[in-house]
């Protein structure tokens, strides 16, 4: 004879509620050996295989639920959405944003001196519909930069002009040369040693966006600890920060398209996370999207190992929610160079 689905599932449960009794009154014997009689252990094999009984079908209902609701939205057609070339194009931009912009200006007439629309469309978009906000943080950010970044942004300024006239080698010419950029960047004369191109790397993708890859397990964090301290690094990330936004303005007002900077970290042979540069990664990425609002894109986490992977409901509790939110994670492991270098 044929056996039903009603049966069969009826046979699944009443197996999976025998084990999961049998297994957890085996757990609570070897807690408490001496504590129940042969009475009271009946009784209470007859509450807990009840009370299984609830929590398995409890489970069945909450799986019927969400396959229904599954099938059932998938017969319903996603409103369009537009192409990523449109939403990011200046002109679009510019217009959907007008509104803010022009409020953030009133707000900031006191302070704002050359900046202009683009410029300030970067501030609207990062606090959507909420002008004042976006009006604030443009404080914030000239303030920064007329006093405790002034160093980082005046040196970040001639070197991107230095390193945009390019460089001849081995018969080979480049509009970039990194050169300039390192040699200006804070405390250079030691982090250079330990931030090279097998280290981290700004590349440029097909779209025009600019992405940052990290190897965090080439970099001798122990070796860094004792040359600087935290807030030593920090400006030095900072100083990066200001170079990419500097590129990502030129190229957004060349090609008509918002620019934005994505991270890439690549995560392999890294085992549990380094308290101290945490620590640094937490204040970079706290004060980077105060002093660079709308320049971020997706921080991509390649590789991910277990360990870290275990820890992230703690980096959602300590890092800022837009950082986290623009997170996204590889689910398999993924090809890599074995030295970043060899992408050049």
């Given at each position: 004879?044929?056996?039903?689905?009603?049966?069969?599932?009826?046979?699944?449960?009443a197996?999976?509620?025998?084990?999961?009794?049998?297994?957890?009154?085996?757990?609570?014997?070897?807690?408490?050996?001496?504590?129940?009689?042969?009475?009271?252990?009946?009784?209470?094999?007859?509450?807990?295989?009840?009370?299984?009984?609830?929590?398995?079908?409890?489970?069945?209902l909450?799986i019927?639920?969400?396959?229904?609701?599954?099938?059932?939205?998938?017969?319903?057609?996603?409103?369009?959405?537009?192409?990523?070339?449109?939403?990011?194009?200046?002109?679009?931009?510019?217009?959907?944003?007008?509104?803010?912009?022009?409020?953030?200006?009133?707000?900031?007439?006191?302070?704002?001196?050359?900046?202009?629309?683009?410029?300030?469309?970067?501030?609207?978009?990062?606090?959507s519909?909420?002008?004042?906000?976006?009006?604030?943080n443009?404080?914030?950010?000239?303030?920064?930069?007329?006093?405790?970044?002034?160093?980082?942004?005046?040196?970040?300024?001639?070197a991107?002009?230095?390193?945009?006239?390019?460089?001849?080698?081995?018969?080979?010419?480049?509009?970039?040369?990194?050169?300039?950029?390192?040699?200006?960047?804070?405390?250079?004369?030691?982090l250079?040693?330990?931030?090279?191109?097998s280290?981290?790397?700004?590349l440029?993708?097909?779209?025009?966006?600019?992405?940052?890859?990290?190897?965090?397990?080439?970099?001798?964090?122990?070796?860094?600890k004792?040359?600087?301290?935290?807030?030593?690094?920090?400006?030095?990330?900072?100083?990066?920060?200001?170079?990419?936004?500097?590129?990502?303005?030129?190229?957004?007002?060349?090609?008509?398209?918002?620019?934005?900077?994505?991270?890439?970290?690549?995560?392999?042979?890294?085992?549990?996370?380094?308290?101290?540069?945490?620590?640094?990664?937490?204040?970079?990425?706290?004060?980077?999207?105060?002093?660079?609002?709308?320049?971020?894109?997706?921080?991509?986490?390649?590789?991910?190992?277990?360990?870290?992977?275990?820890?992230?409901?703690?980096?959602?509790?300590i890092?800022?929610?837009?950082?986290?939110?623009?997170?996204?994670?590889?689910?398999?492991?993924?090809?890599?160079?074995?030295?970043?270098?060899?992408?050049?």
């Open positions: 004879s044929r056996v039903g689905p009603s049966c069969t599932v009826l046979g699944l449960l197996t999976l509620r025998q084990s999961m009794a049998a297994r957890s009154l085996t757990i609570f014997r070897l807690l408490a050996p001496n504590f129940l009689s042969t009475i009271s252990e009946r009784r209470a094999r007859r509450r807990h295989c009840l009370f299984l009984d609830f929590v398995v079908l409890a489970l069945v909450h019927s639920v969400a396959c229904w609701a599954q099938i059932c939205l998938s017969s319903v057609s996603a409103p369009p959405r537009r192409p990523r070339s449109q939403v990011l194009r200046l002109n679009s931009l510019l217009q959907e944003h007008a509104g803010a912009i022009r409020t953030i200006r009133e707000l900031c007439s006191d302070v704002i001196d050359k900046q202009d629309d683009v410029y300030l469309l970067r501030f609207a978009i990062q606090h519909g909420n002008p004042q906000a976006a009006a604030q443009l404080r914030q950010v000239i303030k920064w930069r007329a006093g405790a970044g002034r160093v980082i942004v005046e040196s970040a300024a001639k991107v002009q230095q390193a945009l006239k390019g460089r001849r080698q081995g018969g080979r010419s480049s509009s970039w040369n990194n050169a300039p950029i390192m040699a200006a960047a804070p405390h250079s004369e030691v250079s040693k330990y931030f090279t191109p280290q981290m790397l700004v440029t993708l097909p779209g025009g966006d600019l992405v940052t890859c990290v190897r965090v397990a080439m970099l001798d964090v122990k070796s860094v004792d040359k600087v301290s935290q807030d030593q690094l920090v400006d030095f990330f900072l100083y990066t920060r200001e170079v990419n936004s500097l590129v990502a303005d030129q190229r957004s007002r060349a090609s008509g398209r918002l620019v934005r900077i994505l991270t890439a970290n690549d995560l392999a042979g890294m085992g549990l996370p380094d308290i101290w540069f945490t620590q640094v990664g937490l204040k970079t990425s706290s004060q980077g999207e105060m002093l660079y609002p709308g320049y971020s894109g997706a921080t991509l986490l390649l590789n991910l190992p277990a360990a870290i992977r275990a820890l992230l409901p703690v980096w959602k509790q890092f800022p929610r837009v950082v986290m939110q623009r997170n996204k994670i590889a689910k398999s492991a993924m090809d890599y160079y074995k030295d970043l270098a060899e992408v050049l």
